[in-house]
Nanobody, 120 residues
Framework: QLQASGGGVVQAGGSLRLSCAASGRTLSNYAVGWFRQAPGKERDIVTSIRRTGNTYYAATVKGRFTISRDNAENTVYLQMNSLKPEDTAVYYC????????????????WGQGTQVTVSS
């Protein structure tokens, strides 16, 4: 089971760090991704990290967001800096046994989301 946490309300330009913790699974055995879904929009991938540590970032967040692993804590983090109002969404984490070459999926296991709201 995956659990995303760390969401909240922040002003534009601010930062948040999201956490994806796992129970019953060892995250180091999986690729992990972060997705987001804004109201009325489809769920989009934000970033992913392979077991090797190789990463993928959507163009909209590259240079502002950083995904990382803490295997000792069995947790994957998403550091979000320079947040913009358009980053407002529910953020989800997911795990995959095998990713396609571009790092965008498919993901097998999903957690509940955490709300991120960026005010202007």
């Amino acid at each position: 089971q995956l659990q995303a946490s760390g969401g909240g309300v922040v002003q534009a330009g601010g930062s948040l760090r999201l956490s994806c913790a796992a129970s019953g699974r060892t995250l180091s055995n999986y690729a992990v991704g972060w997705f987001r879904q804004a109201p009325g929009k489809e769920r989009d991938i934000v970033t992913s990290i392979r077991r090797t540590g190789n990463t993928y970032y959507a163009a909209t967040v590259k240079g502002r967001f950083t995904i990382s692993r803490d295997n000792a804590e069995n947790t994957v983090y998403l550091q979000m800096n320079s947040l913009k109002p358009e980053d407002t969404a529910v953020y989800y984490c997911a795990a995959a046994t095998i990713l396609t070459r571009d790092g965008t999926g498919p993901f097998d296991y999903w957690g509940q989301g955490t709300q991120v709201t960026v005010s202007s």
